[in-house]
T-cell receptor
Framework: KNEVEQSPQNLTAQEGEFITINCSYS?????LHWLQQHPGGGIVSLFM???GKKKHGRLIATINIQEKHSSLHITASHPRDSAVYIC?????????FGTGTRLTIIP | KAGVTQTPRYLIKTRGQQVTLSCSPI?????VSWYQQTPGQGLQFLFE???????NKGNFPGRFSGRQFSNSRSEMNVSTLELGDSALYLC?????????????FGPGTRLTVL
């Protein structure tokens, strides 16, 4: 069993829809990261959180430490949000990654 | 502030050769981590350097090695290349060591082994 599970693997939605991507992990962690990867490979760090909730523009990330679960929400989705979203957990000082969620937003 | 830079961006090698990839972190960042990304395995942690010392290492064979210089620039080396080493190699820098810190990624080096 992978230490980090993401769902769904693929998600296609219409522009304007509310998007939720989930991440579950099986071990105690020091922090959880949400990353965005566009075609071509570049990765951008969206959030790093160890408790509660963070918001940046249309993106919201939450984490429930007791349930070992985090969600990434995108409000008013836009085609430019199309990318792969990757959850990564800090296990000690190393990052372990989920397999990613490929999000496609259709105009 | 300049971002993380990696050179070269693309590289083609043949089996058995060795390769050296370079990563220059954001100015002031002392930690550099290296990751391998493949379609089959996804992103995997290779190793992390902080103040010229390797702090952590992932589950990769000894053919994969790295080092960090006093100016925090880092190199990784892969010897005796295998076809399965074809991947996108990413480095990331952060202010201090460990997965507790926001990491800033470079654009990656795409290595193809023929």
């Amino acid at each position: 069993k992978n230490e980090v599970e993401q769902s769904p693997q693929n998600l296609t939605a219409q522009e304007g829809e509310f998007i939720t991507i989930n991440c579950s992990y099986s071990v105690g962690i020091s922090a959880l990261h949400w990353l965005q990867q566009h075609p071509g490979g570049g990765i951008v760090s969206l959030f790093m959180l160890s408790s509660g909730k963070k918001k940046h523009g249309r993106l919201i990330a939450t984490i429930n430490i007791q349930e070992k679960h985090s969600s990434l929400h995108i409000t008013a989705s836009h085609p430019r949000d199309s990318a792969v979203y990757i959850c990564a957990v800090g296990l000690g000082e190393k990052l372990t990654f989920g397999t990613g969620t490929r999000l496609t937003i259709i105009p | 502030k300049a971002g993380v830079t990696q050179t070269p961006r693309y590289l083609i090698k043949t089996r058995g050769q060795q390769v050296t990839l370079s990563c220059s972190p954001i100015s002031g960042h002392r930690s550099v981590s290296w990751y391998q990304q493949t379609p089959g395995q996804g992103l995997q942690f290779l190793f992390e350097y902080f103040s010229e010392t390797q702090r952590n290492k992932g589950n990769f064979p000894g053919r994969f090695s790295g080092r960090q210089f006093s100016n925090s620039r880092s190199e990784m080396n892969v010897s005796t290349l295998e076809l399965g080493d074809s991947a996108l190699y990413l480095c990331a820098s952060s202010l201090v060591a460990g997965g507790l810190n926001e990491q800033f990624f470079g654009p990656g080096t795409r290595l193809t082994v023929l």
